[in-house]
């Protein structure tokens, strides 16, 4: 069975960092792309950054471009999410998701709370 | 890349037959066959309902179904099923920022 167990996330201050990981299980994880998408509380899903199965290739979205980081190590089947300069828009959930074609499995997602 | 237009919300009564429709432009839904829809009850994570505009996942009802004419994709239930009430979005392939999401619309079985 495909499970995907975000953690990391919490209660951050203004300009703090948090660093999210994602848990792999039940497939070859170094076969597949993965992505970071965020649903802020009440609103819609965002996508916020993707990373190739073998991580050369790394995109982002314009919100979080030059303060997000996205990388994984897949001999420890785990994905992450490094984020710096946190600001009060970056509150949402944030869930891993498996695939670039279309996104298969989803995990529960972990709450990112930024303020102060 | 801005987002996909839905409709907030949609409603039906059990039995009956919805569309909900996913605007985009001819640089995400007209240009590639890369629509996928997620079922999202409260609380919980999104569920891939559709993808490739029409294919449906192993374990997806065949009430759902997908289609796209130009740049709008549109996601059909029939026989609504309480159950079926939940939030839906849309997402297309974009290119270079690879995902663009909908809105969301809000489906309410009456």
């Known amino acids: 069975e495909v499970q995907l167990v975000e953690s990391g996330g919490g209660l951050v201050q203004p300009g703090g960092s948090l660093r999210l990981s994602c848990a792999a299980s039940?497939?070859?994880?170094?076969?597949?792309?993965m992505n970071w998408v965020r649903q802020a509380p009440g609103k819609g899903l965002e996508w916020v950054s993707y990373i190739s199965s073998s991580g050369s290739t790394i995109y982002y979205a314009d919100s979080v471009k030059g303060r997000f980081t996205i990388s994984r190590d897949n001999a420890k089947n785990s994905l992450y999410l490094q984020m710096n300069s946190l600001r009060a828009e970056d509150t949402a959930v944030y869930y891993c998701?498996?695939?670039?074609?279309?996104?298969?499995?989803w995990g529960q997602g972990t709450l990112v709370t930024v303020s102060s | 890349q801005s987002a996909l237009t839905q409709p907030a919300s949609v409603s039906g009564s059990p039995g009956q037959s919805i569309t909900i429709s996913c605007t985009g432009t001819?640089?995400?839904?007209?240009?590639?066959?890369?629509v996928s829809w997620y079922q999202q009850h409260p609380g919980k994570a999104p569920k891939l309902m559709i993808y490739?505009?029409?294919k449906r996942p192993s374990g997806v009802s065949n009430r759902f179904s997908g289609s796209k004419s130009g740049n709008t994709a549109s996601l059909t239930i029939s026989g609504l099923q309480a159950e079926d009430e939940a939030d839906y979005y849309c997402?297309?392939?974009?290119?270079?920022?690879?995902?663009?999401f909908g809105g969301g619309t809000k489906l309410t079985v009456l």
């Open positions: 039940g497939f070859t994880f170094s076969s597949y792309e």
């Open positions: 998701a498996r695939g670039v074609r279309y996104l298969d499995y």
């Open positions: 997402c297309s392939y974009a290119g270079s920022s690879p995902w663009v």
């Open positions: 001819s640089s995400d839904v007209g240009s590639y066959n890369l």
């Open positions: 490739e505009v029409s």
